[in-house]
């Protein structure tokens, strides 16, 4: 695929899906809609989308580690069953979400809302973290079904990932973000192998996107840690609200 003026919108897009899938997510709405618009069929901007999650989330990773946030082990407990449901996902992801798929997706966005505005205090910077036993477990299945959906599409998968950390692990926003990029970036690279597999990657346009993602997610992580929770809880709130009337009625 040959490409001229496609170049700068694809390095915009992708920082600004870096940025936003960093702070809270949804940003893959803004670069799955990017490929298809230059012309990708919708399977194979699904997969190449992936080159561009699996080095954004790897830089973020490393820009919260830049600033010391890390949640080192349990992470990488949630990120394994991850990416076993990312393997299970993947092979399902033969089409992009229909309008049915949609909507549903937008009735969820909108329960996120309200979570968001009538639970405000998400976890409190005092509150003591659940990343042992029966919390530990329980995390580490649901992780595995999140990846099921992280693999097949990925779409809007921050926003559920950040209300299971902060809810029901008790970590604090800036944490559960660190952690979420952890977990991305380890079952996307299954992703990643699975739609490599099946020729669904346009490589070149995902390395182009993903020098955009890679630089939104590192201000991003690097800032998020900078102003604390409560940025990034007004970004969620954005981000939910914005989407949900994405999918409702475009």
């Known amino acids: 695929m040959e490409l001229s003026w496609e170049i700068p919108l694809l390095i915009a897009a992708g920082f600004a899906a870096g940025f936003i899938n960093t702070m809270a997510g949804g940003g893959s709405l803004i670069t799955l809609s990017t490929l298809i618009f230059i012309g990708l069929p919708a399977d194979i901007a699904n997969g190449t989308n992936r080159i561009a999650i699996m080095f954004q989330t790897a830089t973020a990773v490393a820009g919260f580690k830049s600033k010391g946030v890390s949640t080192f082990p349990y992470s990488i407990y949630f990120g394994v069953t991850a990416l076993v449901g990312a ?3 993947a092979q399902l992801a033969t089409d992009i979400r229909g309008e049915l798929f949609d909507r549903i997706l937008a009735i969820i966005m909108v329960m996120v809302v309200l979570i968001v505005v009538f639970k405000p205090k998400m976890a409190s910077v005092d509150a003591l973290e659940r990343l042992t036993g029966k919390h530990l477990y329980i995390s580490m299945l649901v992780f595995f079904f999140i990846g099921i959906y992280g693999g097949f599409i990925n779409v809007g998968i921050g926003f559920f990932m950040m209300l299971l950390l902060s809810r029901f692990n008790k970590l604090s926003l800036v944490k559960s973000n660190a952690t979420k990029v952890t977990v991305a970036f ?7 192998v699975v739609f490599a597999i099946n020729e669904k990657i ?21 800032w998020s840690v900078k102003k604390g929770d409560g940025v990034i809880k007004v970004f969620l709130l954005i981000m939910v609200i914005a989407i949900s009337i994405k999918l409702w009625f475009f």
């Open 202 to 222: 346009e490589y070149v346009v995902g390395i182009i996107m993903a020098f955009g993602n890679s630089s939104g997610a590192w201000v991003a992580s690097r």
């Open 87 to 89: 393997i299970l996902g």
């Open 186 to 192: 380890i079952y996307t690279l299954a992703a990643v």
